[in-house]
DNA sequence: TTTCTAACA
DNA sequence: TGTTAGTA
């Protein structure tokens, strides 16, 4: 029966619900994306994604991770090397930024006369 | 698991 | 330049 919302815990759990949290081991991310260990190493030296790390160093993937590893494939596919990567993500990051300011500012801010 | 090096398209 | 492969 599906009362339980967790019985068994198979795999990465959702418990934290935290998407930032890394719970992807990087040979499970390198399976998802169809690609190599290596390459998921290659664009961390890039500084396309900073994944986090477990106290003895291994690297984990969180699911927002992975998505932006699906991004930084598309636009790899798309022509764009690394470095334009890169560029692509950081400016797409700041724009959401800025988009999140601007609906705080509609949101609740300075009341119009 | 990590890192590095080598080679290929 | 990016990817793959092998190695320690």
């Known amino acids: 029966m599906a ?14 619900a935290d ?22 190493r290659a664009y961390e030296r890039a500084g396309l994604l900073q994944p986090d790390r477990t106290a003895g ?13 699906r991004r930084i494939q598309r636009l ?12 692509v993500l950081d400016l797409e990051d700041d724009l959401a930024e800025a988009r999140q300011e601007l609906e705080q500012l509609r949101d609740g801010g300075p009341a119009p006369d």
């Open 3 to 16: 009362g339980r919302e967790e019985q068994d815990e198979d795999g990465p759990d959702e418990r934290a």
């Open 76 to 87: 790899l596919t798309d022509g764009l090397n690394l470095t334009g990567v890169g560029r």
């Open 19 to 40: 998407p930032s949290q890394g719970v992807y081991g990087i040979s499970v991310v390198s399976g998802l994306l169809g690609t190599g260990v290596q390459n998921l």
């Open 57 to 69: 160093g291994t690297r984990l993937y969180s699911p927002e991770d992975v998505a932006r590893l």
